[in-house]
């Protein structure tokens, strides 16, 4: 069976025996105790009025229907294979299930499976409802060109050379007619290409440079390598020699030939359904982050075709993300504590965004002062506590060539009592301890970082106690 987790995110997974899961493992020696017999039946008791209760948990469908649905999608499968892939067959056919954690499973508008084509099996994954048939193809081609038409579109062309990239994705973002979340991942590290795409970018794969300008490359590593030497090693020298770049000059042109069908493709946002991008980008502190509210989001939607879901952006004072509908801004800035000499590099302020029914909304914002946070003498060093648990923000500290402060490192002593939220309770260690060491920030500063030399976060509760 297909299952859809709340992830959204399409796969194929084993399908769990609940059995299993609820069995239940008695000791012998217990198993005829009046008490705990009593105790057995109240609870399966419980748990059935639990499920006649829950109408809607597990499945909200028939056997019957899910067995339509995946004929149906096979004959639309087979019936695509037969215009698009001659000679090819549908192997399996399965509905794609959104399953709610806790909660009611649906049956979607898709149906995936596998299909034999030339000796080979592949995954396919067809709609029912559109008629439009997907399959797995790598896509690095695909992030590579999503990538360009993004810094276009986002204004960021100016400064793409200093910007630095972690995990960047594209992929096809795969609508629905609403019982599932849209998916946007295939099985494995392809991605989910429209069919007719994925088959053109396969054939430019395939092909290969002119013959002439590969017998021309032939002939030319050939001869090099045979004046090299004179007897047959020196022939299969230049033969090997022959091949690596007739391979080398196949592949550069297959991609080349790949990218211009992307680039028309990616570029075309109203003959092409919406392509979700995300990622991580460290931009230039010149790029002015706070811009991009979720209006922006939405009109880059519309108009370009792109849905930017779970991309931050971020510099080193400013950063914004984008995840389920929301856009998160937070804004970081330096501020001097003048005892103990240290700056204080703080969480300023901050806004969540969400789209919803009522369209945009500020779904939280929330600003922050240096008064709140308290760092006062103690007997060993310094406390910092905020006097105020609604006024909590993060911070770290920084200490410049000079500072008294830098004249030692120090341990840390936590009270994660300090910390808490009325009401709430610990659970674990109420203390931790911390040796800290100054590590250089490369601007004539350091800032006190854990045992691993990353910059440790503060929140209060700590005492910073000099080590030497």
């Not at 995840?323 to 330096?334: E, G, W």
Request: aromatic share 10%.
């Amino acid at each position: 069976m297909i299952k859809r987790y709340s992830s959204g995110v399409l796969a194929m997974k084993n399908h769990l025996n609940l059995k299993n899961h609820l069995s239940l493992k008695i000791h012998p020696s217990l198993k005829n105790h009046p008490s705990l017999k009593t105790l057995l039946f109240t609870l399966l008791a419980g748990l059935s009025a639990l499920c006649l209760l829950s109408a809607c948990h597990g499945p909200q469908y028939k056997d019957e229907e899910k067995a339509e649905l995946e004929k149906q999608g096979e004959d639309l499968i087979q019936a695509w294979l037969d215009g698009h892939m001659q000679g090819s067959k549908v192997l399996t056919a399965e509905a794609d299930i959104n399953m709610v954690p806790s909660g009611p499973h649906y049956l979607t508008d898709y149906v995936a499976g596998t299909l034999e084509s030339g000796g080979k099996t592949r995954d396919y994954l067809v709609n029912t409802k559109t008629k439009d048939v997907y399959l797995i193809h790598d896509g690095e081609l695909l992030t590579e060109v999503c990538l360009d038409y993004a810094f276009e579109k986002l204004g960021l062309e100016s400064v793409r050379d200093n910007c630095r990239f972690y995990d960047v994705t594209a992929s096809m973002w795969l609508p629905d007619s609403g019982n599932s979340f849209q998916g946007t991942e295939g099985p494995g590290a392809g991605t989910w290409l429209p069919g007719e795409l994925a088959l053109s970018l396969e054939n430019a794969a395939a092909a290969d440079a002119t013959d002439q300008a590969l017998k021309d490359v032939t002939d030319g590593a050939g001869n090099q390598a045979g004046n090299n030497g004179e007897d047959e090693a020196g022939d299969k020298a230049g033969d090997d020699a022959a091949n690596e770049v007739k391979d080398q000059i196949a592949n550069e042109a297959g991609n080349a030939a790949q990218i211009e069908i992307l680039e028309s493709f990616v570029c075309s946002p109203k003959e092409r359904g919406l392509i979700a991008f995300g990622g991580s980008i460290v931009v230039p502190e010149e790029v002015d982050l706070e811009q991009y509210h979720m209006a922006y989001w939405l009109k880059q939607q519309e108009e370009n075709g792109i849905v930017y879901q779970n991309l931050d952006l971020s510099d080193k004072f400013e950063s914004i993300s984008t995840y389920n509908s929301r856009a998160s801004y937070n804004r970081r800035c330096f501020r001097k504590i003048e005892d103990p000499d240290i700056r204080i590099f703080m969480d300023e302020a901050y806004w969540v965004e969400k789209n919803g029914k009522d369209g945009i909304v500020i779904d939280e914002q929330k600003e922050y002062n240096l008064s709140d946070l308290s760092f006062e003498k103690t007997e060993n060093g310094y406390l910092v506590t905020f006097p105020d648990y609604e006024h909590i923000f993060g911070f770290a500290i920084y200490a410049d060539e000079g500072s008294e402060f830098l004249k030692h490192e120090y341990h840390s002593h936590e009270d994660r009592e300090a910390y808490l939220s009325p009401g709430s309770k610990i659970s674990g260690d109420k203390y931790f301890e911390y040796d800290l060491y100054w590590k250089e920030a490369g601007d004539g500063s350091y800032f006190l970082a854990d045992e691993d030399g990353y910059r440790k976060n503060f929140y209060g509760g700590e005492e910073l106690i000099p080590r030497d």
